[in-house]
């Protein structure tokens, strides 16, 4: 009895320690310092625009962001938007929060991502359960490639109702901000100066969308990938554009061997800092 006793108690310690040594995600603010979730919550209620960026193919960030979304429901209004969703399907998504098509219709009508179901619904889905505003804030991708192809000038050739799809012609660009500088250095130069242009037309429209449909006294939390919002620019900067003043908290994530300590280069990347090691199941 006492050798059983023995060998369950080496059992549970060993679970313990395993279990511990192998943390799913960690939390770390802009400085690198480790934070809780419940400190993140606390300083996210507080904003008036979520940024949280994502890999879109990783669950653990998916997760965080159903789970964030619900606690902070339970402690403020919310208008939910997202990148995945383009603007031209507004239409779509609003018959669908209100019941008026089924999942296999808007699956139909909208161009839907890839890993809607598994990564995306859900959040749809609490919107939808809950009366919430969901707002479909990202540009028609084809209009995107357009600028890749002509800049932004060939967006003038847009129908008046196409341009109410997108951000206000002009776009304020400027192509020394460290992200799109990267961007077209990533590339080799293939791209040329219309490739960050087009993430830009991106930005610009996200921001605008954000922007149009905030609500005095709501919180808007908008998902995007990371790097729309990494280092405070992309989305982030046409948001100050707008609104210098405006009060915004941003999320980004990476992936880490070691999720003991934030690498020196992930450091400022945003308010918080998810850390996720690289063999993290892929939702695709």
Known sequence: MQKLIVFLLFVSFST???SQNKPAYKLYNENGGKVSYKSMIKKMKKAEVILF????NNPIVHWLQYETTVDLSKQR??????EMLEADNQT????YLASEIDQKAFDTVARLWKN????YKPLVDFAKENKLRFIAANIPRRFASIV????FEALDTLSIEEKSWIAPLPIKYDATLPGYVKMKEMMGGHGGDNLPKAQAIKDATMAYFILKNMENKKLFIHYNGSYHSDDYEGISWYLKQGEPNINIVTVSVVE????????K??????NFIIVVPPTMTKTY
């Open 16 to 18: 313990l320690m395993f």
């Open 53 to 56: 960026g994502e890999h879109h």
């Open 77 to 82: 209004k919310l208008i939910l938007g997202a």
């Open 92 to 95: 779509q998504l609003n018959e």
């Open 116 to 119: 809607h179901s598994t990564d």
């Open 148 to 151: 890749f192809k002509g800049g």
């Open 256 to 263: 880490q061997e070691n999720l003991k300590k934030l690498d």
């Open 265 to 270: 280069e992930n450091k400022s990347k945003a």
